[in-house]
T-cell receptor
Framework: GAVVSQHPSWVICKSGTSVKIECRSL??????MFWYRQFPKQSLMLMAT?????????EQGVEKDKFLINHASLTLSTLTVTSAHPEDSSFYIC??????????FGPGTRLTVL | AQSVAQPEDQVNVAEGNPLTVKCTYS??????LFWYVQYPNRGLQFLLK??????LVKGSYGFEAEFNKSQTSFHLKKPSALVSDSALYFC???????????FGKGNQVVVIP
């Protein structure tokens, strides 16, 4: 089956620093990648949708300057949390969709901002 | 607009008993329906999906779900629950041509030994 990886699986950073999370589709080309945020025991909140080679589409209420998304190739998308603060601490999950629009999810990245 | 309702917060079931996790949906057009399971600090694992065809869909780990168009439901079932089935379960829907999924709030399943 389709495999999506995320790196790192967890990261701890100081307030004010930036953190980059990578999402890779390992065995298929992803025309679209999605970034979600999940708070403990809650559902996934879609942050943005990114298509290879174009700007990401952000959901209402998500700051595009704070959560920078780059989808430079058909197998890699990155989410950079800029000037991170403790309220940005969360579980971030990416998914990748191929030509049939079916989403395959990464294992998630736990971000803790001190 | 597309949405999913998972009415229960937590489902408790004794090991060996049948497990049901409820899901109703709202979508324009034909629905594509999915169930995912999530273990602590892990991503979502795909269980099964309904796209078209037989209303009863069989998936991974002995799970199945029945698509009921008149009731707009897609309940997840397992005939005999295992302790290892204890996890968070998400129902999701999207319409044809829409690549964005709408997730339910999730149901915590607790299987009691």
């Amino acid at each position: 089956g389709a495999v999506v990886s995320q790196h790192p699986s967890w990261v701890i950073c100081k307030s004010g620093t930036s953190v980059k999370i990578e999402c890779r589709s390992l065995d298929f080309q992803a025309t679209t990648m999605f970034w979600y945020r999940q708070f403990p025991k809650q559902s996934l909140m879609l942050m943005a949708t990114s298509n290879e080679g174009s700007k990401a589409t952000y959901e209402q209420g998500v700051e595009k300057d704070k959560f920078l998304i780059n989808h430079a190739s058909l197998t890699l998308s990155t989410l950079t949390v800029t000037s991170a603060h403790p309220e940005d601490s969360s579980f971030y999950i990416c998914s990748a969709a191929g030509t049939l629009n079916e989403q395959f999810f990464g294992p998630g990245t736990r971000l803790t901002v001190l | 607009a597309q949405s999913v309702a998972q009415p229960e917060d937590q489902v408790n079931v004794a090991e060996g008993n049948p497990l049901t996790v409820k899901c109703t949906y709202s979508v324009s057009g034909n629905p594509y329906l999915f169930w995912y399971v999530q273990y602590p600090n892990r991503g979502l694992q795909f269980l099964l999906k309904y796209i078209t065809g037989d209303n009863l869909v069989k998936g991974s780990y002995g799970f199945e779900a029945e698509f009921n168009k008149s009731q707009t439901s897609f309940h997840l079932k397992k005939p005999s629950a295992l302790v290892s089935d204890s996890a968070l379960y998400f129902c999701a829907v999207r319409s044809y041509g829409n690549n964005r999924l709408a997730f339910g709030k999730g149901n915590q399943v607790v299987v009691i030994p």
